[in-house]
């Protein structure tokens, strides 16, 4: 009996974590299939069976399509300036030691605010009356009247993105950090030996040793980035209009304020398999480019 | 394009060539004084929002509403906190938030410790668990909950702390495995092999041996689900209705709908939630950062 226990103790210690996978990923799943399919309200599951017509409205759906592109739109952007910046900062911090000791501390500042106060913080600083950005934007005569931030349609989303950034760049420091230190050190004794300048080291040594780690950070924050919800449910609900609607909170709004949990299910589907499409292109397209590089 | 203490900014290669006006402005731009700017200007930006926050929660309310200057001018008040704890179930909310966060943090160590483990050690579920638990990280959460409700409900605790600790728990696992596993691959595989030899069982190679050398991993995955718990807002919102089980990110977002803007008070409030994680994160700043970083990149 012991040694029995012994030998499949490996699957057993596995198993609490499989049955968590389980109850949150593949059991979820099959149940908004197939909720998708049923004209549910939240108080009444699987009533009314009506195969793929949620989906047909999807299709149909305008503001679907506006949060998707939103979606895309503020993960494309945050993620690229994240991750610009996140690994400009770790380049710059390899030289300077010291302030970089207390950079690299700071940084989990922003990183581990809870995304509520977050956006609480940036009401504030967008607020058109009340808030520092338009105070100081009137004292140094750069705008005349105050600016309603979060309240125009074309700026909404970029104010959105502007606390996305604040938060979430040092995630990608602190990444980019890594994968600058756990390069080896030899090429770059060589290069110094033999006389090579800073800016040809970065060229022809750090880019394009570091590059394929970077870009997994890329694939890694841009996905993480679709998730985006709690920014904009506390900044701007979606609005103005829909200009800052965004997949997450329409499925919530459709689910959970309009209790249209079947059609909510179908917008889940759809917006699953958009995730999985991109996350298998941009893991291909990665090692495409990998390969062309070798 | 750097002048590092291990790099020559210039070739040593014997003769001095003559710079062009482009080496002169990369010079410039990525030369020490202009490093130190571009540090000083991102520090700036880390705690201005910050300081801003913390000034506003002490400014009096009437100042507030007239002048978004950063510094208080007329005067110093403790009353917005006064208010904020007043006006809402602040300290309900704290105390909701922390036992959550307690609770599953040690639910999520006691499960995806052995977990890593054995799919480190022993490659139990091969490379399809692996890419399993990253995929479920990646995934938006608003995908599941729907079910996750419907799940939470069937088993009676809707609206209860210990319903929205389990999702928590569940839904940090994946964190806790990615931040864990790096710290398992790089220890000795020698050391369990002795400890085998020596008549440990795999359980308990994995309590006495492995687990006290993998201290610093497991301090830095907890800091960080608890910190991932605590912020958590979908599920909550979700999970959670009243008083008795809403934690901080649902209590505090109450305060944008029911009063208006009372930027005061919900300054206060926002920082008394952000400062114990501040000082967590800082108590273990190295801990953290060393998970992080560690666990980075895997390719």
Redesign the interface.
Same mark, same amino acid.
């Given at each position: 009996m012991k040694e029995k226990i012994?030998r499949y103790?490996?699957?057993l210690?596995?198993l609490?974590?499989?049955i968590?996978?389980l109850?949150?990923?593949l059991?979820?799943?099959i149940?908004?299939l197939g909720?998708s399919m049923t004209d549910s309200t939240i108080s009444k599951?699987f009533t009314d069976f009506i195969w793929f017509e949620n989906y047909k409205q999807a299709f149909k759906d305008e503001v679907l399509g506006t949060s998707l592109k939103n979606t895309l739109l503020f993960a494309f952007v945050v993620t690229a300036i994240e991750t610009f910046?996140g690994f400009?900062?770790a380049y710059?911090?390899?030289?300077?030691k010291k #302030?970089?000791q207390?950079?690299?501390? #700071?940084?989990?500042?922003?990183l581990?605010?809870?995304?509520?106060?977050i956006a609480?913080?940036?009401?504030?600083?967008y607020?058109p009356?009340?808030?520092? #950005?338009?105070? /100081?934007l009137q004292k140094w005569g750069i705008s005349t009247a105050p600016i309603a931030f979060l309240g125009q349609t074309e700026l909404a989303l970029p104010s959105i993105m502007l606390a996305d950034i604040?938060q979430w760049t040092?995630?990608c420091f602190? #990444?980019c950090?890594?994968?600058l230190?756990?390069l080896p050190k030899e090429p770059?004794e060589a290069a110094?030996v033999d006389?090579?300048?800073?800016?040809y080291?970065?060229?022809r040594l750090t880019l394009p040793m570091v590059a394929?780690?970077v870009l997994?950070?890329f694939l890694?924050r841009f996905?993480?980035s679709?998730?985006v919800?709690?920014l904009v449910?506390?900044l701007t609900f979606g609005g103005p209009g829909n200009s800052t609607q965004v997949?997450?909170f329409y499925? /919530?709004r459709v689910?959970?304020k309009q209790f249209q949990?079947g059609y909510?299910?179908a917008l889940?589907?759809l917006?699953?398999i958009l995730?999985s499409v991109l996350?298998m292109v941009l893991t291909q397209g990665r090692e495409l480019i990998m390969k062309r590089t070798e | 394009m750097a002048t590092a203490d291990d790099l020559p900014m210039e070739t040593i290669a014997g003769h001095n060539r003559k710079k062009t006006v482009a080496q002169i402005l990369l010079g410039f731009f990525f030369g020490r004084p202009a490093r130190i700017a571009l540090l000083l200007i991102f520090i700036a930006m880390i705690l201005v929002p910050i300081f801003y926050i913390a000034m506003t929660s002490l400014k009096i309310p009437i100042e507030i509403r007239t002048s978004g200057a950063i510094l208080p001018k007329t005067g110093i008040t403790f009353e917005n906190y006064v208010k904020a704890f007043r006006n809402v179930p602040l300290i309900r909310y704290l105390f909701n938030s922390l036992f959550v966060a307690v609770f599953s943090t040690i639910l999520v160590l006691c499960v995806a410790v052995p977990a890593t483990y054995s799919m480190v050690r022993f490659k139990t579920g091969g490379a399809f668990l692996n890419a399993w638990v990253l995929g479920t990280y990646v995934m938006p959460p608003i995908v599941v909950s729907i079910p996750i409700l419907a799940m939470v409900k069937m088993v009676s605790l809707q609206d209860t702390l210990i319903g929205l600790a389990l999702v928590h728990t569940m839904a940090n696992m994946p964190i806790a495995v990615w931040l864990i596993d790096s710290y398992i691959r790089s220890l000795p595989k020698e050391l369990e092999q002795a400890a085998w030899i020596d008549g440990y069982t795999k359980f308990q190679t994995l309590l006495k041996v492995v687990v006290p050398l993998i201290k610093p991993g497991i301090i830095s995955a907890g800091v960080i689900c608890a910190i991932l718990s605590w912020n958590e807002f979908l599920f909550a919102l979700i999970v959670t209705y009243g008083v008795n089980s809403n934690t901080f990110p649902i209590g505090i977002s109450r305060y944008t709908g029911e009063h208006g803007l009372q930027f005061g008070e919900m300054s206060a409030a926002a920082l008394v939630g952000i400062v114990p994680i501040y000082i967590l994160v800082l108590l273990f700043s190295r801990d953290v950062v060393e998970g992080l970083t560690r666990g980075g990149v895997k390719g």
């Open positions: 012994e103790m490996p699957k210690m596995v609490p974590t499989f968590i996978l109850i949150i990923s059991v979820p799943l149940y908004v909720i599951p910046l400009l900062l710059i911090m390899r030289f300077e #302030l970089g207390f950079f690299r501390t #700071l940084v989990l500042l922003p581990f605010t809870p995304p509520v106060a609480m913080i940036w009401r504030l600083i607020d009356n009340q808030g520092m #950005l338009n105070y /100081y604040w040092p995630f602190l #990444l950090m890594s994968a230190q756990a770059f110094g006389g090579a300048s800073g800016s080291i970065f060229r394929p780690n997994v950070i890694f996905l993480i679709m998730k919800f709690d449910y506390m997949a997450s499925i /919530y689910a959970f949990t909510g299910g889940s589907i917006m699953l995730v996350a | -």
